[in-house]
């Protein structure tokens, strides 16, 4: 059940670089913030968690938050999540698994290790999670946008 919008609300890292939560003059600490789906409506059903994970705050776009309150959102959002995205795969070992992957993403040049097939999840009709051997998960938004040769390296596993 999403919890009502309160009428203010501020979100705020306190001394401790703990997220916090004040709203309607109630002060919570330790507050977690998470998308309710991150790779289908990543700009939308974001919530505010506190300690026990119970929702104190929802937000239905963060687009319509003001630039001050929608920055704090995006920021714990960003200490929560960790899913590089990959643009490029450059080089497999091999076609049959377990087999290293090279791949490029927005955070850089990285090699995985894919344990098996089993690894690859499709998330929509074009979009791909992709977990490693050590539980990293890293995203492929979009199949169609990658080139040719690592669309060609993808179809060996799918």
């Not at 239905?60 to 999540?81: F, I």
Request: proline share 5%; glycine share 6%; charged share 25%.
């Amino acid at each position: 059940m999403n919890a009502p919008a309160p009428a203010s609300w501020q979100l705020f890292r306190n001394p401790a670089g703990q997220w916090c939560l004040e709203a309607d003059g109630a002060l919570h600490e330790r507050v977690a913030v998470a998308r309710a789906f991150p790779i289908s409506a990543p700009e939308e059903s974001v919530c505010v968690l506190d300690a026990d994970g119970h929702e104190l705050l929802w937000i239905d776009d963060l687009t319509a938050l003001d630039e001050a309150r929608r920055g704090r959102v995006e920021a714990a959002l960003t200490a929560r999540e960790f899913t590089p995205v990959i643009d490029a795969i450059l080089h497999i070992s091999s076609i049959s698994t377990p087999s290293r992957w090279t791949v490029r993403t927005d955070r850089g040049i990285t090699d995985l290790l894919l344990p098996g097939e089993e690894a690859l999840q499709r998330v929509g009709a074009r979009s791909i999670l992709v977990a490693d051997a050590d539980g990293v998960q890293y995203l492929i938004r979009d199949t169609g946008a990658l080139d040719r040769a690592s669309r060609k390296f993808l179809e060996r596993f799918l």
